[in-house]
């Protein structure tokens, strides 16, 4: 089954545009963990679309932002793959009650404001990333 390459690249950007406006309204509502999940969300949503423009095909049902980068082909230092696993944790922390607790307890308005500052760099680079090769 043949895909369209470019509206699909769209739809994962829009997707991670409207992910990060979330996370940004959620922070200012004091709504930290939740936060942290929809920036998780963003940095998945524009890897996917660059997944797409690299291999022309659907990206992979997960979400594992070091292999999500892995099948973009972007190399990756020790460094940001450690960030990427930090930052894939709030999604599984975001969903599971038994997790949740202790990560409620872990987002206070300065590690938020930290780890959210990390995922719009990388956000902003992503989406270089992805202008740079149309």
């Known amino acids: 089954m043949s895909i369209n390459v470019s509206?699909?690249?769209?739809?994962?950007?829009?997707?991670?545009?409207?992910?990060?406006?979330?996370?940004?309204?959620?922070?200012e509502k004091k709504k930290y963990?939740?936060?942290?999940?929809?920036?998780?969300l963003t940095l998945e949503k524009i890897l996917k679309a660059?997944?797409?423009?690299?291999?022309?095909?659907?990206?992979?049902?997960?979400?594992?932002l070091p292999k999500l980068a892995q099948q973009t082909g972007l190399l990756l230092d020790k460094k940001q793959k450690?960030?990427?696993?930090?930052?894939?944790?709030f999604n599984q922390a975001g969903r599971y009650d038994i997790e949740k607790n202790n990560f409620r307890k872990n987002c206070t308005l300065e590690y938020t404001k930290k780890q959210l500052k990390k995922i719009e760099n990388y956000y902003l680079w992503l989406k270089k990333e992805l202008s740079q090769k149309k």
């Open 7 to 27: 509206k699909l690249i769209s739809y994962w950007q829009n997707e991670a545009t409207r992910s990060w406006e979330i996370a940004i309204i959620l922070f």
């Open 33 to 40: 963990p939740e936060s942290l999940f929809f920036g998780h």
């Open 50 to 64: 660059l997944v797409v423009q690299n291999t022309k095909k659907q990206p992979d049902f997960i979400h594992a």
């Open 82 to 89: 450690e960030e990427f696993a930090i930052i894939t944790s």
